[in-house]
């Protein structure tokens, strides 16, 4: 499995940007996949997951609102639009996978095989 980050980038507070996780082929349709980041001096934080047939999405509290995941098996890509950005929003944004992921470990690092080189997330205030 591999997963490819891109979509970061600087921007100004209350701007948007999209991510987008590129993955190997059949890997959006057979795992539950997941955006998690980590700021300057702080730990890996699970930001927003979706089921492996997109049924359900979850979101970390600080993002509800202003974050939605989605995705395209099809293309085997999955989304992460972010709006109304903030400045403690600055992170490097990876996306993981995992194949038994269940609602009760949605963000859980642990839960999650697979990892995305990351993509830096900046906003400025």
């Known amino acids: 499995v591999q997963l490819q980050a891109s979509g970061g980038g600087l921007v100004q507070a209350g701007g948007s940007l999209r991510l987008s996780c590129a993955a190997s082929a059949r890997t959006v349709s057979n795992n539950g996949m997941a955006w998690f980041r980590q700021g300057p001096g702080k730990e890996r934080e699970f930001v927003a997951g979706?089921?492996?047939?997109?049924?359900?999405?979850s979101y970390a509290d600080s993002v509800k609102g202003r974050f939605t995941i989605a995705r395209d098996g099809a293309k085997n890509t999955v989304y992460l639009q972010m709006n109304s950005l903030k400045p403690e929003d600055t992170a490097v944004y990876y996306c993981?996978?995992?194949?038994?992921?269940?609602?009760?470990?949605?963000?859980?690092?642990?839960?999650?095989?697979?990892w995305g080189q990351g993509t830096q997330v900046t906003v400025s205030s």
């Open positions: 993981a996978a995992g194949p038994s992921v269940i609602r009760s470990s949605v963000a859980t690092r642990s839960a999650y095989y697979y």
């Open positions: 979706i089921s492996w047939n997109g049924g359900r999405s």
